[in-house]
């Protein structure tokens, strides 16, 4: 017997551990979904998104969700035609975006992968029309 055949061994589930007994198995997939999504992001550039709200996920699954994929560093709150929330999660390029409607239902509910999610880039005509205005303002204050 060699001395490797003494060396115990752990199995330690890499996830963290929710409610088991409400479990779908779509959060387990949509985490490897998740992870083939960075894999081609960070080869080639190309983003992706998973519409949650399209899925069928129990709370469970959610709350999974949410565990796993934990706040990160950033955290976005967006008030245009209804609120939008944007967080990064744990995993850099991993952000968790909801959209509300006006009675503060949810509307959207996104797992982006991507550098920057786009609602939250400006869009060029508002940078143009920014620019116009500081302009204007500029030229107010010269004698």
Known sequence: MSGLDNIGTKVVNPLPSPPEDGLSGNAD????EIVALLEAYTATGQTGAIDLHSLPLTLDDYEL???TLADG?????????????????LYPGVWWVTYYNAEGDIVADL????????ILKAPADDVREGLA????????EQP
């Open 111 to 118: 797992i982006e992968v991507t550098a920057v999610p786009e």
């Open 133 to 140: 205005h500081l302009r204007e303002l500029l030229k107010q």
């Open 65 to 67: 969700l949410r565990i």
């Open 29 to 32: 997939a949509i985490l490897h």
């Open 73 to 89: 560093e950033v955290h976005a709150h967006i008030d245009a035609i209804g609120n939008s929330e944007v967080r990064e999660t």
